[in-house]
């Protein structure tokens, strides 16, 4: 379903940007992966680009690169995000800074230039990449939870600024699945959250996949400004 | 060095591209005193994003040279660079001049 198409990942040289990436890449997609890291993913149709999306320099070096690539941008995913487990009285700036500029700067930042690129086609898919953490909001998840709920926002107002230019936003907001990122969590945080879903059990990655594919999809033209909760969170 | 008028066709073809999404009865005009945004401006908030995003890329494109129409120096001129074609095109050339 991805075929001629060109895809932006952020945070995809590992976790759940690099199985989303893997993914778009198997189904045909020409994939342009922003990471800090070195690429880890090898393949004739990836393009790695050692970004650092907390910072606006670094991201239009980026862009100007994609747009040496091509002239199109028809899916963004939002996925660069760091956690760290922090209760409030004890977590340090530097670590809630660095979230928030990963998490949310880089996010703002990024779909911004993206944004850019697709307006003018009037034909964009803007998937950021939410967690179950801002709903469920658990102790010793204050900033990353915030961090998701602003995202949440943000990505409805996005949908509305650009719906005139035919692109949507949308949020996927996954529960847990077992990669680096979750293990940054403390295991009691994590198994605690895990077990008031619905469905209390980590995701499998073909359940972040089914969701992604359907906001990327030509048919979801009409889906615009909305969070899909993995796992039944409520 | 873009000439001045270099710079206005520029901002023409950036109305022009709003105008192509307009319907035809209400298309802006299209010329040095067209009063952009603010008192009797004709674009609405998201055309006047629209139309930067497009100057911006298309004088980068032309000059060579990135600038940018939103930053704090726009926001503190005494008079808004975005009240006609005109203003907008004079303070376009300060930015490239480097005079500000």
Same mark, same amino acid.
């Given at each position: ?35 800090? +890291? *070195? &690429?880890?993913?090898?393949?004739? @149709?990836?393009? %790695?680009?050692? =970004? ?7 991201? /239009? ?50 779909? +911004? *230039? &993206?944004?850019?690129?697709?307006? @003018?086609?009037? %034909?964009?898919? =803007? ?7 801002? /709903? ?51 295991? *009691? ?46 | 060095m873009l000439k001045t008028?270099d710079i206005n ?54 000059s060579?040279?990135?600038i ?13 660079p975005?009240?006609?074609?005109q203003s907008l095109t004079a303070y376009i050339e300060l930015l490239l001049s480097g005079a500000i």
């Amino acid at each position: 379903m991805y075929q001629d198409k060109w895809i932006l990942v952020t945070g995809s040289s590992r976790g759940v940007g690099k199985l989303i990436s893997e993914h778009l890449l198997r189904n045909g997609a020409s994939v342009v992966g922003f990471a800090r +890291g *070195e &690429a880890s993913i090898e393949h004739p @149709k990836y393009f %790695h680009m050692q =970004i650092d999306i907390g910072d606006i320099q670094s991201i /239009k070096g980026g862009f100007s690169r994609i747009r040496k690539l091509t002239n199109k941008l028809d899916v963004l995913v939002n996925n660069a995000a760091i956690a760290t487990s922090q209760y409030v009285m004890i977590a340090s700036a530097g670590a809630i800074q660095e979230m928030l500029n990963v998490n949310l700067l880089g996010t703002f930042l990024v779909s +911004g *230039e &993206a944004a850019k690129l697709m307006y @003018k086609n009037h %034909h964009g898919r =803007i998937i950021n990449i939410g967690s179950m953490m801002s /709903k469920l909001q658990p102790a010793g998840g204050a900033v990353y939870a915030a961090c998701k709920a602003a995202l949440n926002t943000f990505s409805i107002i996005l949908a509305k600024e650009l719906a005139s230019y035919k692109v949507t936003s949308n949020t996927l907001a996954i529960s847990a699945l077992h990669t680096d990122m979750a293990n940054q969590l403390s295991s *009691e945080v994590l198994h605690q959250t895990i077990s008031t879903l619905t469905f209390p059990r980590f995701a499998e990655p073909d359940d972040i996949f089914n969701v992604l594919d359907f906001f990327a999809s030509e048919r979801s033209s009409y889906i615009t400004g909305q969070t899909i909760y993995l796992g039944g969170v409520s | 060095m873009l000439k001045t008028k270099d710079i206005n066709e520029i901002i023409f073809q950036a109305l022009n591209s709003i105008n192509d999404e307009r319907d035809p009865n209400e298309a802006i005009g299209v010329h040095e005193e067209t009063c952009l945004f603010g008192e009797n401006g004709v674009l609405d908030s998201l055309s006047l994003v629209t139309a930067i995003v497009d100057i911006e890329s298309a004088m980068s494109e032309a000059s060579g040279q990135d600038i940018c129409l939103t930053d704090d120096k726009a926001m503190n001129q005494e008079n808004s660079p975005f009240r006609t074609v005109q203003s907008l095109t004079a303070y376009i050339e300060l930015l490239l001049s480097g005079a500000i």
